[in-house]
């Protein structure tokens, strides 16, 4: 390959600059997966060289690299998220022409464990749904409703953001309705609708400059179409830095805050897997942090033969 129009570096901001507009990226990720390329560049004493030099990289030097990594403190989760970000530059460049990204695609990452969001305390999940909570945005009220609907929906009913997000205009439930969720594996369920939610949705249809009917979306963006759920997310990073919540705050986490805080007043788990969608007790007893006395408790109370 004869040398390249542009430098590694001119590269790097471009990428980057593509993950900002078209992916929505927030400012926190593309501040660390260019210091992930930047990192990488470095260790390889390749910084000022052209990008299909990066590409023709082996795979035993991205290992080395990780490895070394490794050796600094850097934990396995953090690793997974350098490679992604090496790789996703790599598939950057490789789409740019400048070669293929074969080693990064031969290099497995670290065993990372899956764990839970940690739900939040009570007081903090529902400030998520007060747009009073959001000084200082810029963004028009209607849409500050609009997300302070759908957080209410999060943590108000167990709801996961998907599910929140496929609920139609004609399905704006009102207070002590309950709407039909349709989850995971096509499993069909009843949640209650608490007057706050429901109040929550009333003030943001209210200020909602789009009618896409009643077979539209619920939810829509800044243009009337269908809501992203990365726009959620990226309201509640938003939200992290304005209430100083922990990075552990994610919309996810808002529906484990439902179980467990309903949990904590006494809730039957019985039900409240029935809530989640839930199609085993204990993938609810772990969504809860319930202990195996408790799971029991619960056991032995319901079934005729305990």
């Not at 590269?11 to 990226?25: D, G, N, T, V």
């Not at 179409?225 to 996810?252: C, D, K, V, W």
Request: charged share 25%.
């Amino acid at each position: 390959m004869g040398e390249q129009p542009q430098g590694l570096e001119t590269c790097r901001i471009a990428w980057l600059a593509m993950l900002a507009q078209e992916r929505l990226y927030s400012a926190k990720t593309l501040e660390a997966y260019g210091r992930d390329v930047a990192q990488f560049a470095a260790f390889l004493g390749m910084e000022r060289r052209s990008p299909g030099d990066f590409l023709a990289v082996k795979p035993a030097d991205l290992r080395l690299f990780l490895a070394e990594r490794r050796e600094k403190g850097v934990e396995s989760r953090s690793l997974m998220r350098q490679l992604a970000g090496l790789r996703s530059f790599a598939r950057y460049l490789e789409r740019e022409g400048y070669g293929h990204a074969s080693a990064f695609k031969a290099v497995k990452g670290p065993r990372v464990k899956k764990g839970l969001p940690r739900p939040l305390n009570p007081g903090d999940a529902r400030a998520t749904s007060r747009i009073e909570t959001r000084a200082g945005e810029t963004r028009e009220p209607w849409i500050l409703a609009r997300d302070a609907a759908v957080m209410a929906l999060l943590y108000g009913g167990g709801l996961r953001i998907s599910e929140a997000l496929s609920l139609r205009r004609g399905d704006a439930p009102k207070a002590g309705e309950t709407i039909t969720i349709t989850g995971k594996g096509g499993k069909a369920r009843q949640v209650p609708i608490l007057p706050q939610i429901a109040r929550a949705i009333d003030e943001y249809l209210a200020q909602c400059p789009y009618n896409p009917g009643a077979e539209g979306p619920l939810f829509v963006g800044a243009k009337g179409g269908p809501l992203s759920p990365r726009i959620i997310q990226l309201a509640m990073e938003s939200l992290r830095g304005a209430l100083g919540l922990p990075e552990t705050a994610t919309p996810h986490a808002l529906r484990h805050s439902f179980a467990t805080h309903l949990l904590a007043r006494g809730g039957d788990l019985r039900t409240i897997q029935e809530l989640l969608g839930h199609a085993s007790l204990s993938t609810t007893q772990v969504y809860t942090e319930v202990d195996t006395a408790r799971l029991m408790q619960a056991y032995k109370a319901a079934h005729p033969r305990a």
